[in-house]
Structure formats: C-alpha cells, structure tokens
C-alpha cells in the first residue's frame, strides 16, 4: 500500500533547470519495486518505481493527501542486467524522463518539476557517476557495462546486457563501440562439430551508449543477434564478433536467462517490435528479416504451433436441425464480446438458424466464457460453440479450427466487435447465405461507432517511399474511403479484398483453400492473403453493402508488445508472398 | 382477491434491510395494491454483503421474514459492468419462479442487483404479461451511478453520448458507451410502459428515445406518516416563533449538495444578524467524497464558532418513524441537491409535514415545487442564493404560515395505485375503507374522486 510517509535515504537536492538529474535502478531496486521520491514542501512531486509483473515504471505523485493517478512507462528489464538508468530533465516543453532503452517520455501535462526538489535515495538507487558520493548529485549518465572486452590498441568498448535462451533458440543483445570497423555479424563455432556459422546482427539505437560515449551525433551502438540453439549448444560454441576489416573479437556470455520456447519468441517479437533505430523502422525490419530473421521467426512460429490443441469444447443450445450460417468469432483478451456479439444479433429478432462458434484464444478466460456461453445460450436461445486453445494460436488457425466445427455449409467470420447495424443486416445475411455463394467471397460494408465508412473493400498500394528503401515492391492494404460519410453505392461491387472482420464464403470453399494461412504470426494480413487465393482460383470477392455492419475496430482484442513485431513480420510476409504478383498485376 | 389481476413488483432490495427510495416506493406500492385488493407479491433482491443470514444454500427465491406475498431475490453475481446476473442458477429460477407466479403485470423497480437480463426473461416467460419499469433515476443513460454529473468537472450533464461518457471514463473507449446504450436499450424494449415519477423524468427519457406512447408520469407512493407517531408527543414544539428551523434530510453524499449549504450559512453569518439553526438528519457518509467527508466533518467540527448566530445538530440517521419527532423540530426542509434529482422523497416528507421546502430549481425537485406558493427554490449549486433565500425565510412575515398552508401534502397511496392501474391497464377493485386518521396539523383530505395524484402523460 502506497502512502505519502517520507522513506528514509540519502536527501540530495535537485534543481532540473540547472541540469539533469541521472539515477541507476539497481536490479534488487528494481525487483523490490524500490521507490524514488522527488520532494517539494513535503509533498512529494514525482514518486517513481518500478513494477516488475508489469514491466513498466509507475509514476505519480501524492499532494494534499492524495495519490493522482498513475502513470506508467513500458521498460522491460532485460534480464541479466545490473539495472536500468533514469534520466529526468527538463526541456524546453517541460519535464521528461527516459529510462534506458525506451524512448523519453514527457511528463509536461502532469507532473510539475519545476523550482527546488529533494530526493530521498535509497542504498539500492544509485545517483550516477563513479565519483558520486551518497549525498552528492550525479552530473553524468552511467550505463552498467556487464562486460567489457578490450581490443588491445584499438580502444573498442562492448557490453553484453542480456543472454536468453529458450530449448531451442538464444537471443544476446548488448552495445559496441564499432566507430573503428563497423560490426557486420557473428561467429558461431560448434565445439563439438567444428561447424561454423554466421549470423546477421541486427543494431539499435542505444541513447544511454550515445551519452556514455559521448558522442555528437546519435549512432546505432546497440546491437542484437538471434539464432536457433538452446543453452546447451550456446555452451559448447564459440562466439565471436564479426567487423568490416576482417578482425574478430571473441563474446564472452554472461548468464543465461532461460524462457519457455512461446514466452521467448514473444519476447523476441516485442524486442524486434519496439527496438529503436536511426531511420525509418520498417525499412530496417525487413532488412533483419531479409537477412534471415525472417526464417527464424517462421520456425520458431512453427515449432510453437505445433503444441497447439483444444483444450476444452463446449457446446450450448444445440438444435436437432443444422444452422443455415456458423458464425466463426476468434476471442482474444477480452471475455465480454462473447456475450455482447450475441446480444446484439438477438436485438434484431430469433436467432433459429443461426450458430456462434468461438474459438478462444485465451486460455485463461475459458471459464467464464463458458459460463457466458451458458447464460448467452439461456437468456437468447442461442446455438453456441465454445473452443478453447491452449496458447494464442493466432487468427488464421484459430478461424480454421472454427470453420472445422462448424455445422453449417456457409460460414461467416465475424470479429467480437462486428455488430449488425441493423434487423436488414441480419436479414441480408440470411438471404445471402440462403444461395449457393459459388467459389467467391463477400465482405460486408462496416461502419465506426459514429455511421462513418470503416470500410468497403481493400486495395493494394505500393508503399514508394518503403519499396526505395527496401529495393524491393512493398504493398501496404489500404481500405477505400475509410472514416468517410457513407454515400457510396449500395450495389455489390467486386474489389480487390476485404477485411477479414467479416467474411461470407461456402464452407467448402473454405476448406478447398486450407482456410487462413497459418504461417501469418497472431494476426493480420491473412484476410488480404485468402482474397488473393480466393480470385488465385477463379472467384470473386464482393464487396456487398448489404451486409451493413458496425466494426468497433480494435475493441475486440488486447494488444501486447509482441503484437507490434508479428505486424512487422506479416507486412514482410505478405509482401514476400504477394509482392510481386500484385506489381504484374498491376503492370498488366 | 381471488379474481383480481395478479401484479409482482420487482424490486431493488427490500426497504426494510437496505433504505432507499426506489425500493420504498416499491413497497408502499405493493402495500397499497394489497390494500386496495389486488393480488399483489413483492419480490425484493438482496445481496450477501446485506444480509448474509437470508442466503439459504442453494436457494434463489426465498420468503422474507413469514410474510405473505412478499419474497427475496437472494442476487449473489450481479455484474455491475453490463448490468448482468451471471449466475445461471439465478436467472433459471428467476424464470422458474415467474412461471410459477403466473402474474398479469412484472412492475420492476430498477435493475441493479437484479439485472437487464431479467428483463428479456420476463418477456420470453410471460409473452403475455404486461411488463412495466419504473425509471427511478437515470442509470439506463448514464454509467456514472444514473447521476447525469460530469466526473471530470462535476458539472451537470444535459445529454449521453458515446463520446461524452468516454470522457467521464477515459479508460472505456466510446464504441464501448455505444455498446453499453444498445444493450440497456435492447433489455428495456421488451417493456409495455414505463413510469415516471416526474415529467422531468419523462422528458429526459423521450430526449433519449424511449416511445413516447409508453412513457407514463405517474408520482412515486408514499404512505403519510404524519399521521404514523407511534411515540407519546408530549411538548412537542411543533412551530417556532420565527420560523427559522432549517432541516436536512437525506443521504451524506455530494450530489444531495448539503456542501452548497454550509458555503451558504458561511456567508449568512458574514451578511446578516437573524439567528437561524440548522438540523441535519442522514448517513451514509461512507458514500461521500474524500473531499466532501472532509468539508463535513471539518464544518461540523468549526460549527461552535458560527454561534450564536448559527446553530447547527448533527442527528444521525433517521427511520420513517422518526419523522414525525424530527419534523417537529424545524420550520423548513432543504433540499438543496446539485444533480438532477429525480423525484426525491424528503419532498414528500416535506409537505406531508407541513414544512415548505427549500429546493434547487433542478430536475424532478425543481418541477414539484411552485415557487412560493408551496415552497421555494433557489439557484442551484449557488450559496448566495441560498443565502438569500434563508434570509428571507426568517425575516418575511408570514412567508412560511403561507407556503404551509399550501402544501399539496402527499397523494394517498390508493390513488396512486389507481394511477398504476390506469397503466397496466388493469380495473382498480373495489378498495377496502381506508383509514387516514385527521390530525390538527393536516389540511383535511380531498375526497378520492377529486385528487389528482398521477395520470399518464398525454
């Protein structure tokens, strides 16, 4: 429980405007959530922690008795660290704080730093600097150099922070100073085989370097590398940095931070998500994926998806006839749409004939989404299938084992947060589903909140600017008339996609297809990919207003820090996949 | 009884293990209906942190304490987000037990505690039923408790929007606001009528779209306690000399605005000379504002230094007996709420007493009160207004023999069961003698015929 109560530690008196204020996170400081609190009057300005089950730092401030609300900055503690280092400063907008490894975060709009403040330090929170006494204010950064391997002569600085190792991959992440040959890979020897091998490094823009090193200009001094190989292998390998001149140095690992396969290629998505780089992000993505990134996260995607299975299939309300249309909705983070979808279809009249297959993607909400699968089932007389996976399998083989249990020969994929906008959208759904669909596709037109266009088909566009960067065509799928008025036609019309937030085929199309692809990480892209195979093999997809629907886009699912990389992964995926054909299409 | 028409009330709690007005205007309906010979049940909801000794293993239904016709609804998992009972067992005997009951009319008052979705089962179980709600505040529109107050700036809401929700609970987007309106909205379209115990009320949900043609106004019921002292009244000072005796009632929270009166009696003792006292009868303060429990008990705790100006008694809270001891120690009733009070029963209580009320010209509270005919209002929210208005209450002669002898008092209950009737669309039965024992104090009854206690809006 949090209070006001000044905590013992050393008072050193802080005036930002006058310079910066650097403290050290110490990893026991971090682990025990240690608190430093900046004074002003008693009252304490800035009150900073880190919360290590969240992986974030906590901050707010207490005046007049009462805490404010918290807020909190992403920073994960990249394990076998010594620590994490905060800078506070102020800038010309006002306060920011930066903690190693993220960017700086202002604090403008809520916290106010300005005049004289006292902090209280503890032991295990050190003001940096070698030199810094308990007492004594810290005037310069410090970055925790876990180790350091000289080059003799030549003055080179490295810094391994962090070995993680799964039971079949590993992941080092550290910093050099390579301004003498610029680092171009790794060295990995087999002790045993004597096989060598060369992996690609990946860089990062590392600030805490920049200042450590002082340098003018802001380099990529950060450095990552990734490859296939438990613990045990990296044990019985050498490891040597790589440079432009042909020299070498060898990497001594420090100790191994051991993770489940799925935690560990998580945690390698959210690293490669949320790096930070000098230039443009994509462009440096699918360089590190072209470089064999990719592959590697496809096997590791591959390697986890083969422990995927159901863990639990229930099944409510069930009717002695078949339903005319399963409904397939994928459930991810959030229990309330399973419930919610339903009672907005049951808004607008009986739901006979209709069947709600969700496949849940979250193990740990099973329970309650059986249970409101039951009363769903209860209070609107609704068929309800309920599917629960053991890991998020992602949207495509989640949609697949939906579609698998379906008892109609039509299916619908609909996203938790796709309504009918009205009883004519449930009716057109019908109609629609009472017709043989043939060997196309339709999408319904969806609508934001406020009755503006959220989308009516897709297209492909080619990203210029990425395409230069990349030397290679990158497609970006863009939605016509997104968050336009609705004014366009009500004629069914062909387009190139349509959103896989609802989807109207034959089941046996479905199946004819293999469903979504599977090698799509979580999610994204996999609806642009089926259209394309759907017209691959003669059909059609229609974009059909009639199927009018609101789309509370991004309501029905949680995003987590992993997501940002399997984005990145799939836009290159996608434009590997399809690249090429769409520009001949294009072409002509 | 036999023939009659068989009506359930539904009600949020039981008045006699949780106060409230909602649930005892429930129960007085349902007392009336009895009385004037209708088959009248009562099912009240009750949650274990009330009263953990009702929850019988297994049971969802119970009797309450032998009476006849009146039951518990033992609610163990309300679900406050979506206003859902998630308890299956619950909403399968609630079915269970309606089918059992068989009655012609579910009259609900409120769903917390009971849940929407006992709306749709009502309707599915009893296709034929007549179903009617009773909106008694405004919690269909507004997630912020039905208060209609601004959470970021406490300023007084005039219309929900997903957007404007969104901004009272930045951390719920507004497609989530637009999904908590079609879900309240579907559950409350299985209703034949719904009654409002104001037009204020009434206005306010047809801005929100609730069909016109169901939407009734038709007051609250209230039996007339001022005829109910169960206690000897021995010396009981009915009337000061200078009717300077201001009363509070009602609950210790921040909406019901008591903060207005202290700032109000702050500047008095600054501006003018006449005494008044001040009696303030409530609980509940556990409920209030950190700020708010702060400024109470920091005003009380300074109050020594407003006499002998000012004169302030904290008296704790009060039961429906009280009444009668603790309206004889005051002149007027305040009612100084800074939201849209719906209907507010201390009014009734006010006028059955005699006592003009002092009201902020708001809402439900706003709309009873004739100003200065039976009462006064003042600016809402404003001390100097209130101010003012005490001053004038202490200092203009026969001011309040005026406004009390205009007081409307409160309809009588089989009234306002007839009223009720009119709605379901039922035939009032014959009512047994009803016994209002005159007391000197109360203008004489109107004849039944002549009253006008409710009708549907037109």
Known sequence: MLDGTPEEGDPVEVKLDAEPFVAMFTEPALRSSTHLNFYRDGQIALHVKYIPMRGAFVLNDFQQGHWGEQMFVDCLLTPGAAGLSMTLALHEDGPQIRFMGVPPVSLAERFDLSGALMARVPPNIRPNGPEAAPGERARTPDIQVVRMTTLEGSGIQLGLDATVTSGNAFFLEGWIDDRRSPLVGISMVDFATGLRASLPVGRVRRPDVDSHLQVARPGQFGFWVAGLGGAQQLEAAALSLVFEDGSGVPLELGAKFRQGEREFFEFLLATFGRRSVIGNITAQSFADLEAGYGNLLSKLYRQIAAERRVMSHGRFGRRAQPPAISLVCVLYGYPDFLYMLIAQFARFGSLDGLEFIFVNNSPELEEVLLRDAELASFVFRAEIQVLTLNQNSGFSHANNVGVAAARSKKIAIINPDVFPRDPAAVGHLRLLCDRPLGPDIYGGKLYYADGSVMHEGMFFKQDRRLSLLCNAPIWTVEHFRKGFADTSSLEPREVPAITGALMVLERSLYEKLNGFNVDFVFGHYEDADLCLRVQQAGGRVILDPGLAYWHYEGMGSTKRPEHIGSNMYNRWFFSRLWGHRITEHENG | ?458
């Open chain 2, 1 to 458: 009884m036999a023939d009659s028409p068989r009506i359930l009330f539904v009600s949020v709690f039981h008045p006699e293990l949780v106060r409230g007005g909602a649930q005892q205007t429930a129960y007085e309906l349902f007392l009336g209906a009895r009385k004037a010979g209708l088959d009248a049940i009562f099912l009240a909801s009750c949650e274990p942190n009330i009263a953990p000794a009702l929850f019988k293993p297994g049971a969802i239904v119970t009797g309450f304490d032998g009476r006849p016709n009146e039951y518990l609804f033992l609610s163990d998992s309300f679900e406050h987000g979506w206003y859902r009972n998630v308890n299956i067992r619950a909403l399968t005997w609630f079915a269970e037990f309606l089918r059992d009951m068989k009655p012609d009319v579910v009259h609900f008052h409120h769903f917390m505690t009971i849940g929407l979705d006992m709306f749709l089962l009502a309707r599915r179980v009893l296709p034929d039923a007549k179903l009617v709600l009773t909106l008694h505040e405004f919690l269909a529109i507004c997630k912020a408790d039905g208060h209609m107050v601004r959470r970021n700036d406490r300023t007084l809401c005039q219309k929900a929007s997903p957007v404007r929700c969104h901004q009272c609970f930045p951390d719920i987007s507004p497609e989530m606001f637009q999904l908590r309106e079609d879900w309240v909205r579907h559950a409350m379209s299985v209703f034949d009528a719904f009654i409002a115990p104001t037009d204020f009320v009434r206005r306010r949900y047809l801005s929100w779209g609730l069909p016109d043609e169901k939407l009734h106004v038709v007051t609250n019921a209230q039996a007339d306690y001022s005829h109910q002292d169960f206690r000897v009244p021995f010396l009981r000072q009915t009337q000061s000399h200078v009717p300077n005796r201001f009363g509070f009632f009602g609950q210790l929270v921040d909406n019901k605005g008591l903060g207005v009166v202290f700032d109000a009696l702050e500047l008095y003792a600054k501006t003018y000379t006449d005494p008044i006292t001040l009696d303030i009868s409530g609980a509940n303060l556990n409920y209030a504002s950190e700020k708010f429990r702060e400024r109470f008990n920091s005003f009380l705790a300074e109050a020594k230094s407003l006499e002998p100006l000012i004169k302030i008694t904290y008296h704790g809270s009060y039961s429906m007996a009280d009444l009668p001891t603790r309206m004889s120690r005051i002149d007027w009733v305040i009612v100084p709420s800074v939201w849209w009070e719906i209907f507010a029963l201390v009014l009734s209580e006010a006028y059955m007493f005699r006592r003009p009320p002092v009201v902020s010209n708001i809402g439900g509270v706003g709309e009873r009160v004739r100003h200065d005919i039976d009462g006064l209002l003042f600016d809402v929210g404003d001390a100097t207004s209130l101010m003012q208005t005490f001053h004038r209450c202490v200092t203009e002669e026969g001011l309040h023999a005026r406004l009390a002898a205009a007081s409307p008092g409160v309809p009588p209950v089989l009234d306002v069961v007839e009223a009720h009737c009119a709605v379901y669309g039922v035939p009032m039965p014959g009512a047994e003698p009803v016994e209002e024992p005159s007391a000197p104090s109360a203008a004489p009854a109107a004849p039944r015929a002549k009253r006008k206690a409710a009708a549907p809006a037109s």
